[in-house]
């Protein structure tokens, strides 16, 4: 699976209207299907799993009450939440992470530039942690923690991330809307 249809996108998170489904569901399949970073329904589920809190469902581009938190501008920004002048300068210089020019100067490009904001997530999910999230997004809860270990504090094992119980929530629905059964007796860690 190398791209995601509006109406999955749409199904997983019911609040985006019908014509924001469609614009993101255009540049998930081209920055992040189409280049090989989400090549099969596992690596979908979790990566929406963990956009689906960190953006509550891809409606919050941009992290509450960014600047009096980070007066820098280096808030959590776009699906996935790019947080720091660090992540921001290796997403703007890695060769890896192309589209992301002008971030480390203008923070906001991420949170509203819908290609800016989709390509920080596709270089957050494949290089930020010295390894794609994909490797880890095996379609089982403990793939899915390790992933949400990577993006929520930057290392696996992490303990319970932030927003676990949401991420899970998120995982299930996609999961329901991509048509993967999970085990019946899979429990939530």
């Known amino acids: ?3 995601i249809s509006a109406s ?3 199904c997983t998170f019911t609040q985006l209207s019908s014509s924001k489904a469609s614009t993101y569901a255009s540049a998930l ?3 992040l299907g189409g280049t090989g970073t989400l090549t099969n329904k596992c690596h979908w589920a979790a990566f ?5 809190t960190e953006s509550s469902g891809l409606t919050a581009w941009e992290e509450y009450g960014c600047y ?7 808030c959590g920004r776009g699906p996935l939440q790019i947080t720091g ?3 921001y300068r290796y997403c703007e210089s890695s060769s890896d992470c192309s589209g992301c020019s002008g971030i480390s100067s203008d923070p906001t490009k991420v949170s509203t530039n819908t290609d800016v904001g989709m390509e920080t997530s596709r270089c957050v999910w494949h290089s930020l942690s010295g390894h794609t999230l994909s490797s880890n997004a095996d379609g089982t809860v403990n793939g899915l923690l390790a992933t949400a270990c990577y993006i929520n504090a930057g290392h696996s094992p992490c303990g319970t991330p932030n927003g676990w119980a949401s991420r899970q929530s998120y995982w299930r629905k996609a999961n329901s809307c991509l048509g993967v059964s999970l085990e019946a007796n899979e429990t939530m860690i």
């Open 68 to 74: 009096s938190t980070y007066p820098d501008g280096f």
């Open 29 to 31: 399949s081209s920055h």
């Open 85 to 87: 002048s660090s992540n």
């Open 8 to 10: 999955q996108l749409q």
């Open 48 to 52: 929406l799993g963990n956009v689906g």
């Open 1 to 3: 699976m190398t791209s």
